[in-house]
């Protein structure tokens, strides 16, 4: 007598093969060419869709101004985005959206607290008083993991300290001070 298991091999098995891993089934990851061609089409959307209206400035000297303006018109340390080489810094007042693009990437070590953040050829985010929402192209390293940062906020109450945000809800709040610049060090004291 032969017994018959629900588990056991179908003998036709033609019709439940499995599909070969082949590239389209590989997880998203950051070397994923899909990831990086959705990701641009995102930004590039974004982009186009808030420019029509916006201020846009050209070259390094002049966009480190006017990002630096944008900081502090919103009440937000000027530190919080040394970026260099900066081709292009876009404003748009009626939605609140920016966006800086530039030469390359850009990994810097904020040594008042301990950390490395990543700043992404380009970084766009909505801007309000005391705020970053929607915040793209700007990452943390946490141990050894890079963690998405998509929104910066300093609290109402508490001015002296800032919360970076991810898309999950993790938070974690630092002093204002570890993200301003020598000169506002010196205005403060």
């Known amino acids: ?11 036709n098995t033609e019709s439940h ?7 389209k089934y590989k997880p998203f990851s950051r070397e994923n060419e899909n990831y990086r061609i959705k990701t641009s089409v995102v930004m590039t959307t974004q982009l186009a869709t808030h420019r029509a209206d916006a201020e846009i400035y050209y ?4 966009c480190k101004q006017k990002s630096q303006d944008l900081l502090d018109q919103f ?20 939605s609140g959206f920016i966006w800086l693009k530039q030469q390359k990437k850009k990994e810097h ?6 950390r490395t ?25 946490e141990f050894f993991l890079w963690i998405t940062v998509s929104e910066i906020y300093v609290d ?3 001015t002296s300290k800032i919360t970076f945000g991810t898309s999950t809800g993790i938070a974690k709040s630092f002093p204002v001070s570890a993200f301003l610049i020598e000169e506002e060090t010196d205005r403060k004291k």
Do not use: H
């Open 59 to 62: 070259g390094d000297a002049i």
């Open 75 to 94: 009440f937000l340390p000027r530190g919080l985005l040394p970026l260099n080489d900066i081709l292009e810094v876009g404003y748009n007042r009626t």
């Open 17 to 23: 093969k499995v599909p070969k891993a082949d590239n």
């Open 156 to 158: 109402q109450q508490n």
């Open 117 to 141: 953040v990543l700043y992404d050829t380009e970084v766009s985010a909505f801007i309000e008083e005391r705020r970053f929402r929607r915040l793209t192209g700007v990452k943390s390293k």
């Open 1 to 11: 007598m032969k017994v018959k298991f629900m588990n056991s091999p179908r003998k």
């Open 109 to 114: 070590r904020f040594p008042a607290i301990g």
